[in-house]
Structure formats: structure tokens, C-alpha cells
């Protein structure tokens, strides 16, 4: 069977293209068991003409999309534009964390025939197999199914126990070297499935209860290794990334991953993790291993706000001491920033500010808050009515506008302060960066940031040094 995947990743910000792991699993597993993959990677602003030439010249049984909320808007318009041309030759089938919490989409959207709820190797596997044998497939574990009016709502099988059964992703698939290069040379990979914690903006909080089986699984660190092996021989890497949602939670993989990646891959290397799991002891060896960037998650300021809202229970005190103990480590420091929450005032958001100055990261990331389907904060914003409806369609960069109504924090204050942000964490401490990221976050930065795109590299040297 020939399968057909499509990565939306319209109107982002930032301007480096990605690999996605979801994507690369999928397909990997299909290829292994004989099936023919083929990506059609939807950059850029949207335009339908590439994946209609794609689908003409590949000819797939299935149209395999991954889904973001924020996406779901251009996949529903791609979906009606390409089901006109193609008629009911194709099988479509959404997957991803924006539709596994608002399967109620797939009633709503034309010219989807199905859904992958949760993890989708098995499922989609058990789908391309029973297409090609002309099989039943409205009895899949993990796949609804939209038939004749009908919708065949199938129970989910539990989560995938040992993930270094599963091959290592497809980056083939993919223009890998080219996402390379535009991400600063960096190639990403992910040691573990799942999150620990439950924060209550974040998808990890309704993904968990999806499926039956142990939410946080680590893959053998003889694995990781082995992936990065394969992919640094094939590629022109010069960094690496650990993208897993939290790397640190248990301090023995980490030390032990430090002495083996420092032994046999030794390329620098960054990670995410949470403000509580850093000890000296772990800095240290994440520093021998050449851990030259730690990013870590502030979020919110307020220390009150920030556990009776985000269930985020980390104190201030600990996030200052998590920032002061990785400079003394010599690793450079990261912070992710959200402005814009549910119940959030401009005083509250300046707390944000405040910790963010008194703890100097060497960057940071702010966005604004978007509430995500099946999350308690999106709950929380339609039980309050602060989410305006239509403005969910509208077209602009993700995570740079707010979609909330809110009579003590307006669109107009969040998108003030979520544009001076940068610039009043670092003011009067490093002007270089201030000014830097003032810039980036005006209204104009997404337009420069893709006129400087020959020169990010420079670009963001200057701004981290
Ligand atoms: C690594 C990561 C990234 C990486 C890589 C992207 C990727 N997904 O691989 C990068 C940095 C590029 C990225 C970008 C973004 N991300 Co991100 N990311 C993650 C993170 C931390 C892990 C995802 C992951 O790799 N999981 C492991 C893989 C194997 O799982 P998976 O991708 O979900 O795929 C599995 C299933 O979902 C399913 N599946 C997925 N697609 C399909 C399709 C079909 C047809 C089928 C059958 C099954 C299926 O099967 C896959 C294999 O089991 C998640 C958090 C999380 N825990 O999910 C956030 C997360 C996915 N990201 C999120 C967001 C918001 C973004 C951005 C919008 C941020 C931005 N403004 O730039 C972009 C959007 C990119 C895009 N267009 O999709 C949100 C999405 C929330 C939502 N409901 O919209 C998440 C859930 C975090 C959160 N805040 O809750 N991200
Ligand atoms: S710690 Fe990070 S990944 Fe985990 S639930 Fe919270 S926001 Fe999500």
C-alpha cells in the first residue's frame, strides 16, 4: 500500500524547518513491513498546488496527516480542496495530539474518513494491511471510522511498552540534511515517550489517559546511542538535541548516559528539563559530557498563579537556584516564557518579567498562550467564555496572538507585553540581547527573521554571546 504522509507546518514562526517524530516512527514501521512512503512537507503559507501535484505523481491509497491545533484549520481546507479533485479513491486518516483530544472533528470534517487516537505505529500498520487485503476496517483498535454517516468509535489498545522495539524513525523520508542545516546544524532526537507531570495548558495532561500502560517510557541508552551513530555517519551534524519533554527525571540514566555519549558520540549537546531535577552532581556530568545549553520552563512568574492554575508546583526559590546552579556549571541557560493565560492580569505577567531579570537566561523564548482542545485550561477558557470562536480560524502565526477575550487582560495588553518581553528582561542588563530580541518579537520580526534567514547563524551568535 502506498502511503502518503503530510506534515502541516503553515505559518510557523521562527523559520527552520523540522523533522517530525511522529511522521518518521509511522513511516518506518509501515516501510519495514513492506508498505511505500512518500512526505509532502507543508511549509510555508499554504498552498495546495504541491500536495496536489504530489498525490498525481505518487498515486497513494492513504493520506496520512499529523494534526496540531493550530493546523487543523489549513488541513480542513486541504482535505475538502484534494477530496473534489481525487473523489473517494483516497483513504484519509488524521492522526496527532490535536485530533487524539477533539475527535469530535471527525464527524465535522469533510472528506476525512478516520482518526488515529494516541500512539498510531500498530494502528496504522493494521490499516494499510487491511486496505490492501480489501479487508473489514472498521474494527481497528485506536481508528474511528466515518462510514456511510456512520462513525465506528473502536477502543484503544494499550501504549507500546518497550519503545526500542520500534525501528528508528524514518529521517529519509524527510529532507533530513536540509532540516539540519536550517536548524543551526542541529539534529533532534527524543530518548522517551511521555511526561511525568500534568501541567494544565499542555497536551501531556489529556494525552496520558488515552491509552492503558506506563504514560513515561525511556528508550535503553544503548538505542539512543545507536540512532545517533546512524544519523551524525549519515548526516553533517555539528549538535545535538534531546527534545524529550523532560530528559532528568531519572538521575541514573542521565549519569549514565553522560559517560557513554561523552565515550562515543562526544558532539555538544542541549536538552530540556524541569527546574526540580538539577543537582550539581547531574550538571556536572551533563557539562563533561559537553551539555552546553539546558532550557527550562518558567512559564508563569507567580508563584500562587502558577500552581493553582498551570499545576506547576515548582517554588521560585527553586527555579532561581535551578538557573544559578547551571551558570556555575558552565552551561548556558534557557527559559520558556508564556504570556496570556486564563485569569493572567498585566501585574501577574510582570512576575514573569521579574524572575526572568533576576535569573538572566542566556535566551529565552516567550509565546502567548493558545489554549489546546482537551487540555484544563481550554476547559477553563470555554466555561469562562474567554475564547472567541471565530478568531480560532484566523490566520496568524501560532502562539503569537491571543485567541482569548479577557476583560482584565486585553488582546491589546498581551500583545504588548508579549512583545516588550525580551526587552524588559534584559533592559539596562545586556543591551545587545535586549535590543536583539526586541526586534525579534516586533511586529515586523517574522519578516525579518526570514530576510536574515542566510544569516541566522550570525545572527544568533551575536545575540547569545
Ligand atoms: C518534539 C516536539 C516538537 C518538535 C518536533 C515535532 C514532532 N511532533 O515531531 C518541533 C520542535 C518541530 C515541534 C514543533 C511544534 N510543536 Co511540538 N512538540 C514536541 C513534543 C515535545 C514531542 C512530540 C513527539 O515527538 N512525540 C513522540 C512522537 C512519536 O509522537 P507524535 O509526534 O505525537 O506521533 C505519534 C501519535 O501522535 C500518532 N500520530 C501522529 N501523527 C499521526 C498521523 C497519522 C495519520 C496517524 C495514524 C497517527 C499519527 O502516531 C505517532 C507515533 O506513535 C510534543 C509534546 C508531546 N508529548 O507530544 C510537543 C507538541 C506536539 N508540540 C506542540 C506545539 C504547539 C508545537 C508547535 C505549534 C510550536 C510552534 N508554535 O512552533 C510546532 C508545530 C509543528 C507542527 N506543524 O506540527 C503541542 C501541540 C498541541 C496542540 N494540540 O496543538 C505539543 C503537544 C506540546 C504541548 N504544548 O502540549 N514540536
Ligand atoms: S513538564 Fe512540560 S511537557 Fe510535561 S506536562 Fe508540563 S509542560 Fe507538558
Known amino acids: 500500500m502506498k502511503v502518503l504522509f503530510v506534515y502541516p507546518d503553515i505559518n510557523v514562526k521562527g523559520g527552520a524547518l523540522s523533522y517530525h517524530f511522529g511522521i518518521g516512527s509511522l513511516s518506518a514501521v509501515l516501510k519495514k513491513e513492506g508498505h511505500e512512503t512518500a512526505l509532502q512537507y507543508l511549509y510555508g503559507s499554504y498552498d495546495i498546488k504541491a500536495l496536489l501535484e504530489k498525490i498525481e505523481q505518487f498515486e497513494p491509497g492513504i493520506l496520512a496527516i499529523t494534526s496540531v491545533s493550530f493546523q487543523y484549520k489549513y488541513i480542513k481546507k486541504m482535505l475538502a480542496e484534494t477530496k473534489n479533485i481525487h473523489g473517494s479513491k483516497i483513504f484519509t486518516i488524521c492522526g496527532g495530539p490535536h485530533i487524539s483530544l477533539a475527535p469530535q472533528e471527525l464527524r465535522k470534517t469533510e472528506g476525512l474518513d478516520a482518526i488515529c487516537i494516541g500512539e498510531g505505529e500498530y494502528p496504522l500498520l493494521e490499516l494499510a494491511n487491511k486496505l490492501q487485503s480489501g479487508e473489514d476496517i472498521t474494527n481497528i483498535e485506536n481508528i474511528w471510522v466515518k462510514k456511510d454517516g456512520k462513525i465506528y468509535q473502536n477502543p484503544n489498545r494499550p501504549l507500546i511498552s518497550d519503545i526500542d522495539s520500534l525501528p528508528f524513525g524514518d529521517r529519509e523520508l524527510f529532507n533530513y540534511q536540509e532540516i539540519v542545516n ?102 556536572q556530568s551533563l557539562k563533561d559530557a559537553g551539555c552546553y545549553r539546558v532550557a527550562m520552563g518558567i512559564e508563569q512568574g507567580d508563584e500562587k498563579f502558577r500552581r493553582e492554575i498551570l499545576n506547576r508546583r515548582m517554588s521560585n526559590e527553586k527555579i532561581e537556584a535551578a538557573f544559578e546552579l547551571t551558570k556555575k556549571a558552565g552551561i548556558r541557560t534557557k527559559s520558556f516564557n508564556i504570556v496570556g493565560f486564563p485569569f493572567e492580569t498585566y501585574d501577574i505577567h510582570m512576575e514573569t518579567v521579574k524572575i526572568n531579570r533576576k535569573v538572566q537566561p542566556s535566551s529565552l523564548v516567550v509565546y502567548v498562550f ?29 502562539r503569537t496572538d491571543t485567541t482569548l477575550n479577557m476583560p482584565d487582560f486585553t488582546r491589546k495588553q498581551i500583545l504588548k507585553c508579549y512583545r516588550n518581553f525580551a526587552w524588559r528582561v534584559y533592559r539596562g542588563k545586556s543591551y545587545k540581547k535586549a535590543l536583539l530580541h526586541k526586534i525579534y518579537y516586533s511586529k515586523y520580526g517574522e519578516l525579518l527573521i526570514r530576510l536574515l534567514s542566510p544569516f541566522k547563524k550570525i545572527v544568533r551568535k551575536f545575540a547569545m554571546d
Not at 544503548?222 to 524529550?244: G, H, Q
Request: proline share 5%.
Open 182 to 283: 536550517s536548524d543551526y546544524d542541529r539534529a533532534i532526537f527524543m530518548c522517551s515517550r511521555g511526561c511525568p507531570y500534568s501541567c494544565t495548558y499542555c497536551c501531556n495532561s489529556g494525552l496520558r489517559g488515552l491509552q492503558e500502560g506506563k504514560y513515561v517510557r525511556f528508550r535503553s541508552i544503548e538505542n539512543v546511542l545507536a540512532e545517533i551513530k546512524e544519523v551524525i555517519s549519515n548526516y553533517n551534524v555539528k549538535y545535538i538535541y534531546l527534545n524529550d519533554d523532560v530528559f532528568t527525571e531519572n538521575r541514573e540514566y542521565v549519569s549514565n548516559f553522560c559517560i557513554r555519549y561523552k565515550e562515543e558520540i562526544g558532539y555538544p549537546f542541549e536538552l530540556n528539563t524541569r527546574v526540580e531535577h538539577l543537582t550539581p552532581e547531574m550538571l
Open 370 to 398: 493558545e489554549p489546546y482542545p482537551g487540555t484544563p485550561l481550554y476547559d477553563m477558557c470555554v466555561k469562562n467564555h474567554f475564547i472567541e470562536e471565530d478568531r480560532q480560524d484566523m490566520d496568524f502565526i501560532s
